[in-house]
């Protein structure tokens, strides 16, 4: 009896401990089972993020910055614009003038011109002010001989002046810009007179001077090429004519050939 109630426990404890070995196994594996099935969903979400929703918003936000970045470029290249519709130059020139008119027999002296302008740009449209000088030249030239007695008279002339230029540059959508332009001005004016007179007996000389402001009406013509973004070489021709005597209606002619580097900022 007591054989059989020891079988009878320990058969129940047995079949107690495959009881609660089973629960615990099961629950622990349900645990497992749904951290598992947790972690798959949480992977397949993720990999749906990655193959959806955040390629979705990877693009969306790529797609922005591009606009942005490209609203951004677009503001600096119309910033740029906008700095390079209006700027700054400084234009030093050199080059050969001839002076002509008043009377017939004068001869026309060529002679170098130095200047330098400082203006500004505003698109196809150019303003400056610009300073010339013109170096001394012989202006008239009379040698008269007659037996022993030789004579000669001569004039030279030169003048510095300034002026109000404006110009127009075609856009040619090259490095080369065809120009045109005119300007206004004054002109300071001085006209050195010298008479010789060599005789048997000796010789004599006799100078003076005299000297005026007139006004300067000028055009001109061009073309410029563009070296890099601030540096233009330039090359022109100009008529300016110089009122000497208004009363008498008669004045000088300046024909000049220049050439100049233009620097803008």
Known sequence: MRKTFLATVAIACFFAFSAEAQYYGAQQYGQSGAATGYYGRTSQGARYNNSGYNRGSYSRTSAQGQRYSRGSYGSRVQSRQKQKALSFYVTPRVGFGGTYGWVSEIDTPYVPVFGGAVGLKFHNFRGEVEFNYRLEGELYSESVDVGSVS???????NQYDFALNGYYDFDLKSKWTPFIGAGLGLAKWK?????????AFGSGTSEDEFSDTGFIVAVMGGVSYQMTDHIAFEGMARYRYLSVDADAGSGLSNVDAMIGARFSF
């Open 191 to 199: 006209i050195s007179e010298k008479a010789t007179v060599d005789t």
């Open 151 to 157: 004579a000669k008279y001569e004039l030279n002339y």
